[in-house]
């Protein structure tokens, strides 16, 4: 179900949530449509914050609060593991910082 329709039936259904946080700067875009179909205004009544920082996000009004995803990074990373033969095990970290734009309020 695209994101447009899932905010969409939740709002209808008389749910209530301060924030909404979107797998893709794209899902946000259809969370958007939703909310403001539904009278609700970002970030006054909804906080929304999403991943991938496109530019979409700055496009946006008011602009996204997303998480930069470093696809380069991820995968030079992901390839230099698998090729690694002494490779440590467990988690590796790749830093994903948070690009804070308008659409961030406190809780309604």
Sequence with gaps: MPAYAA???????????????CLND???????????EAG????????VVAFDD????????????????PHFELGRRAVELLLDPTRPMGRHLVEMPLRSRASVGPPA
Excluded at 7 to 21: E, H, I, M, P
Excluded at 40 to 47: A, G, H, K, T, V
Excluded at 54 to 69: C, H, K, M, Y
């Design 26 to 36: 794209r899902l946000a875009f259809g969370a958007y449509q939703a909310a403001q």
């Design 7 to 21: 905010v969409r039936a939740f709002l209808r259904a008389g749910s209530r949530a301060s924030a909404l946080l």
């Design 54 to 69: 496109s530019d979409l996000a700055s496009w946006l009004r008011p602009a996204l609060t997303s998480v930069a995803l």
């Design 40 to 47: 609700l205004r970002i970030p006054e009544d909804l906080s």
